[in-house]
């Protein structure tokens, strides 16, 4: 969500609506806007872009949105790019709203609003003065009632997509869904902040993210405007020495937002994984969703790579028979909505934009929406990185992926051949919070889309940070799926988090990057340890999310977690590499490393720890991959 800006600049940089007036919106369709009733009496506005031809009739694509549906007023057109020109050239109705509490909508707004109706029409009223309940998928049915009831010209057939937060409302909005409703398109949808998306990852907050993102986004709205509100800055480009300067998590309310901000007060007020983040999981209510679900992720989206997965793996679950499509490529937040899809830093790839808007996306919704033909496509069509190829498969993970683990050796060596060492075997490193290992080796003030494949020499050369790598590999290793970190750990601390990262290594003989490729860096991929997966794990949650428990000081405890999916080629004559390490700063806040409620620690609670890493026969610290066969 952070990439909101760069996202919508993708979206509307294109050169057919590239006037400053957007002539071609306003040539090809007449705007209406609406204030459209919902069960419980609240007035939703939405802007209504209807094709002037009005002999035909045309499908509605619904975006519901946080973001604003602007721009206001009748006169005032909006400037479609990238996806939706494309869609919108193929004809169809567009239909953007502002969700409840947002912007020009009437309401109260709840951030990823819990799901409490069951089945359409079946749930009871409140105990509230006998409201009906609402939530978004409620919001959506009645949304859609009106739209195929009030606008001129179309022909019953709806779809959703968004990106991002709009992403989880287009998955909530499928949820026992309006008969006319018969496809969603979550893309980066939202699923869990506090197991994997956004604010936390395996319970630990993601800082920089959730201070920048909620320092606007999170600022109260009274009453309907059509006025955003900005963030705040923080006046420096250094976000690690802003961060680390800032100190324990109580003095973002202290010295920064105050009262202010409502969703940062929730966060603090929930530091377990209790019932109020349990309602807000949107993963086990997705049933009676559309006939067709095509789920959209990028495998270096730093916000929500764990949304799609998951969105799509538990849509498979629940609604057996559907036409259910996932699409993962090398992409940041939201890439694919515009551009050529072409590189992420220094990495540099085959142009996947154009393809997958076109020849994927477009036929997909054409043939649910307006009887085009069958575009046939896969239940899985995943881009594999390292090999810059796209895949085809009937499930994801792939059928037949055998399991395999590389282990945590001596010398910094990495194996699949298990350790022999039946003495204490370990590998250590002091983690001090005053000096946290840097998620990035360069300056920003806060995450950048950059890091999830970014060069990790910077990090390898830290006393900090444990390293691992294999011999040169002779032959390619291809993984696919979710990645299974198990380290045996012992500390002197009474909590410690735990970051294991999966790193390509390429070969020293690789020429410096081209400046002339956009990149004035002028990186050196000769030895890049470009990042292929990283994540973090929160030790005290080890047993349970809800429950947490310390670490007893210099008892060996496994801690094991799993890593988003990866789908990646390390070529012959490149190395694999795994760093582990405790600090990821400013991209997850500190651990103090000792047992406490972080968002209410002390500066005195904050102390350095030694920790170590077991790599014997019966404590063997290793990474399970699913090794695709050559």
Do not use: C
Not at 319 to 338: E, Y
Not at 376 to 383: F, I, M, N, Q
Not at 580 to 603: C, E, G, M
């Amino acid at each position: 969500m952070m990439t909101r800006l760069l996202i919508a600049a993708l979206i509307a940089a294109t050169p057919l609506a590239a006037q400053p007036d957007t002539l071609w919106v306003r040539n090809n369709f007449a705007k209406r806007e609406a204030r459209i009733p919902m069960r419980d009496g609240v007035h939703l506005f939405t802007t209504i872009y209807v094709p002037k031809d009005t002999t035909q009739r045309y499908p509605i694509l619904l975006r519901r949105t946080p973001y604003s549906a602007g721009p206001y007023g009748d006169t005032n057109y909006v400037q479609l790019g990238g996806l939706l020109l494309a869609i919108a050239e193929q004809g169809y109705i567009i239909a953007f709203q502002d969700v409840r509490g947002r912007f020009m909508s009437e309401g109260e707004f709840v951030d990823v609003r819990p799901q409490v109706t069951t089945a359409q029409g079946a749930a009871p009223p409140s105990t509230n003065g006998g409201a009906p309940l609402v939530d978004e998928s409620t919001d959506t049915w009645d949304t859609i009632d009106w739209l195929v009831k009030n606008v001129v010209a179309n022909n019953g057939r709806v779809a959703m997509q968004g990106v991002s937060y709009p992403g989880f409302y287009s998955a909530a909005g499928g949820i026992n869904h309006h008969p006319a409703l018969r496809l969603v398109s979550p893309q980066a949808p939202v699923a869990d902040w506090f197991i994997g998306d956004d604010f936390h990852h395996n319970g630990a907050l993601y800082l920089a993210h959730t201070f920048h993102f909620f320092s606007g986004f999170g600022r109260p709205r009274p009453a309907p405007t059509p006025e955003g509100r900005p963030g705040m800055s923080i006046g420096t480009p250094d976000g690690y020495r802003f961060f680390l300067d800032l100190g324990p998590l109580p003095n973002v309310k202290a010295r920064w937002f105050g009262d202010s901000i409502r969703f940062w007060n929730d966060i603090t007020a929930h530091p377990t994984y209790d019932a109020f983040w349990k309602a807000r999981n949107i993963l086990p209510h997705l049933k009676n969703m559309p006939p067709a679900v095509m789920t959209v992720g990028g495998w270096y989206d730093a916000e929500d790579l764990y949304g799609p997965l998951k969105v799509y793996e538990s849509v498979e679950e629940k609604n057996p028979g559907i036409a259910n499509v996932l699409v993962m490529g090398p992409w940041f937040h939201g890439q694919w909505s515009g551009g050529p899809g072409d590189a992420l830093g220094a990495v540099r790839y085959p142009a996947t934009g154009p393809f997958i808007r076109d020849s994927v996306m477009i036929p997909f919704f054409n043939h649910y929406l307006k009887d085009g033909p069958d575009p046939k496509l896969p239940e899985a069509l995943v881009y594999e990185t390292g090999a810059n190829r796209w895949r085809r498969f009937d499930a994801w993970p792939p059928r037949g992926v055998q399991q395999r683990s590389l282990y945590l050796r001596e010398d910094a060596g990495l194996s699949f051949q298990a350790p022999t060492a039946l003495r204490a075997a370990a590998d250590e490193f002091v983690s001090d919070p005053a000096h946290p290992v840097p998620f990035i080796g360069y300056i920003a003030p806060g995450m950048t889309i950059e890091h999830m494949v970014d060069d990790q020499r910077f990090a390898a050369t830290r006393p900090d940070v444990l390293v691992y790598q294999t011999p040169v590999l002779t032959e390619d290793v291809t993984i696919a799926g979710p990645i299974t970190a198990t380290l045996w750990v012992s500390t002197t601390g009474t909590d410690a988090d735990w970051v294991v990262k999966v790193i390509d290594v390429y070969p020293d003989t690789l020429p410096m990057l081209n400046p002339e490729l956009g990149n004035p860096q002028r990186v050196r991929l000769g030895g890049y340890q470009q990042l292929v997966r990283g994540e973090l794990f929160r030790g005290k949650f080890r047993s349970s999310f809800e429950r947490p428990e310390p670490f007893v000081p210099g008892r060996v405890t496994k801690v094991e977690y799993e890593l988003p999916d990866v789908f990646h080629t390390f070529q012959r004559g490149h190395r694999i590499m795994i760093q582990v390490q405790s600090s990821w700063f400013p991209l997850v806040d500190r651990n103090p490393q000792t047992f406490v409620d972080i968002y209410h620690a002390k500066a005195s609670d904050f102390r350095k720890a030694t920790h170590r890493v077991h790599r014997t026969r019966a404590q063997a610290s290793r990474v399970t991959v699913g090794v695709v066969a050559p």
